[in-house]
């Protein structure tokens, strides 16, 4: 292209690919680089490619980017371009050089891939709660049919003329022990299947939140969502299990990129906010979502509205968060959406705090690949 983005040049993979030549789509009155980009950009990325294309000619910045363009045959492909400036000796642009790689069989790869990694987290997760009501089966028979034998015990010896009061009562006795032992065995069993049983180790939020946008990125891209993460300067360490809070953050970021699949792209907007409050750090994750139909149900174990779902996500993270001490609490945003917030304890006798720099935002429209 010529300095001031006016396409001059296709070789001739690119002709062939195409189906047409440089100048095969000009129509009077309009920027030879416009006619081109309708011509061969998919609709939905058309204004994705047009807004980096227009700042890096502002800004003489090179980009990569990822998107569908249009074959000779009518078929769109995922295409990697990449874009930068060759210049003078005087530093002045002397014009612009581009190339397009065809990655549709990786993308379709890594598609293929994440479905697959997607069925076996299903079939984990379907495999561990068999697992889970198997256990609890299994160990709480025994209290269960103790506290059965020993009902029926004392019913003899109440029945019995004259009572017997006194071995009744050491049988009640057995009896609450019975049930108590009950009561530990699922608590137990509880613990393990959620996890509640981490280390607390002061943490710096501001590391395990840049962790989690990394594992989200990709995600993120594809559904072509903004995630807007706020963090107050100078946080303060956190006593928290890491690995259990970053659970938790993925399983609700994870939720409203599903929840907003059906929302118009220019609505798709999730936010992360933390700031200090009293003697914890409060997390909020907001969405722009279509919000919660029961939200006082959210976090109950097996309600979900899902046509798949188990209603189990939500309920882990809200043990996981009161095994910390804390609240989840569900809620619909204003005016839309879905918000999710807890507060995080304070590492205790905290002298030292994380740098104060909020993260930027990551939107998949505005991330070179």
């Known amino acids: 292209m010529t300095p001031a983005g006016k396409p001059v040049y296709f070789s001739r993979h690119m002709r062939e690919f195409l189906g047409f030549d440089v100048a095969g789509k000009d129509r009077p009155g309009e920027p030879r680089l ?12 058309l204004a994705r490619v047009s807004q980096r294309l227009d700042h890096s000619l502002r800004t003489g910045r ?8 249009r074959r000779f045959d009518g078929t769109y492909r995922w295409i990697e371009t990449r874009l930068a400036a060759m210049r003078g000796e005087d530093g002045a642009i002397a014009q612009w ?3 397009c790689l065809d990655i549709e069989d990786q993308v379709r790869a890594q598609e293929e891939l994440r479905q697959a990694q997607d069925k076996l987290a299903r079939a984990s997760e379907a495999a561990s709660l068999a697992e889970l009501s198997a256990s609890i089966a299994h160990e709480v028979n025994q209290p269960l049919a103790a506290i059965m034998t020993n009902a029926q015990a004392c019913r003899r010896w109440l029945a019995s003329d004259p009572p017997n009061v006194a071995r009744a009562q050491a049988i009640v006795e057995r009896i609450a022990r019975s049930a108590q032992s009950a009561a530990d065995i699922v608590s137990h069993i509880r613990a393990l299947f959620s996890r509640t049983a981490g280390p ?6 501001g590391s ?5 946008r990394e594992l989200l990125a990709e995600e993120l891209a594809r559904c072509r969502i903004l995630l807007d993460i706020r963090l107050a300067p100078d946080l303060p360490l956190v006593a928290i ?12 970021l994870r939720n409203a990129i599903e929840a907003m699949a059906d929302m118009p792209a220019d609505r798709r907007r999730l936010s992360l906010e933390a700031v200090p409050e009293h003697a914890g750090l409060r997390i909020v994750v907001a969405d722009t979502g279509p919000g919660l139909a029961e939200p006082d149900r959210a976090c109950e174990a097996f309600f979900t509205t899902k046509p798949q779902g188990m209603g189990m996500g939500l309920a882990i993270c809200r043990s996981i968060v009161e095994a910390h001490g804390c609240r989840l609490r569900a809620e619909n945003g204003d005016p839309v959406g879905a918000r999710f917030s807890f507060t995080l304890p304070m590492a205790k006798g905290d002298e030292v705090r994380e740098p104060g720099s909020p993260l930027p935002s990551h939107s998949a429209s505005a991330s070179p690949v």
């Open 34 to 45: 416009q006619s081109l980009l309708a011509a061969m950009i998919h609709p939905d990325d």
């Open 62 to 69: 090179s980009y990569a980017l990822t998107h569908r363009q």
């Open 97 to 99: 050089n581009g190339v």
């Open 200 to 205: 607390r180790t002061p943490s710096a939020l």
């Open 208 to 212: 395990l939140v840049e962790e989690v």
């Open 241 to 252: 299990d890491p690995v259990q809070i970053q659970q938790v953050l993925l399983n609700i």
